[in-house]
């Protein structure tokens, strides 16, 4: 069990365009889901936590209003990065958790490249 | 900035057991110890937890020192495939309780 899915897996987009991350809960529902950001040989960074209905709370130096994310329904969050530039290029990674462990479970992460 | 310190990298033998080193001194009395791993260009993968007592699973097994100060993740007969970046974490077990990745320990199973 708990398995979280993301897509797409990878993405290629110009540079001023948007795209959407979605990161789904399979088997098990998901309270609160998390998105990270990894750039190459670092770490994961806490870019925002998200409850389900409501807003997502962000991490210091994320900008929320190029950031947009939505966590409908406890199986269903999305990043979506607007209006994105090369340095935004990275590794992004969900995470979701439920009760009533509270473990959170990754996405096998988006690989995304803005030319 | 992550609480807990591993050692940056280790060698294991393939078939032999690995034993991984956690110190996390400043843990409090409700914080559980996670331990994640990272395969290259993956998402991190779950692998077990505690707050006291030993732990053991399908994967793995966690040593906790009976001062909560430090731990041990022991894969009992390591594979090629478990050639990873492990991540040693505290966690409280609340909603919404965020995970704060450190440097984690590279660990290279070796033929």
């Known amino acids: 069990g708990a398995v979280v899915s993301q897509h797409p897996s990878r993405v290629i987009c110009k540079s001023g365009t948007s795209v959407k991350i979605e990161c789904r809960s399979l088997d098990f529902q998901a309270t609160t889901m998390f998105w990270y950001r990894q750039f190459p040989k670092q770490s994961l960074m806490l870019m925002a936590t998200s409850n389900e209905g409501s807003k997502a709370t962000y991490e210091q130096g994320v900008e929320k209003d190029k950031f947009l994310i939505n966590h409908a329904s406890l199986t269903l969050s999305t990043l979506t990065v607007t209006s994105a530039h090369p340095e935004d290029s990275s590794f992004y990674i969900c995470?979701?958790?439920?009760?009533?462990?509270?473990?959170?479970?990754f996405g096998p992460g988006t690989r995304l490249l803005v030319l | 900035d992550a609480k807990t310190t591993q050692p940056p990298s280790m060698d294991c033998a393939e078939g032999r057991a690995a034993n991984l080193p956690c110190n996390h001194s400043t843990i409090s009395g409700n914080e559980y110890v996670y331990w994640y791993r990272q395969i290259h260009s993956q998402g991190p993968q779950y692998i077990i937890h505690g707050l006291k007592n030993n732990e053991t699973n399908e994967m793995a097994s966690l040593i906790i020192t009976e001062d909560r100060k430090s731990s041990t993740l022991i894969l009992p007969h390591a594979t090629l495939r478990d050639t990873a970046v492990y991540y040693c974490i505290e966690k409280f077990n609340n909603a919404g309780n965020m995970l704060t990745f450190g440097g984690g320990t590279r660990l290279m199973v070796k033929p």
């Open positions: 995470s979701a958790s439920g009760p009533p462990q509270e473990t959170q479970y």
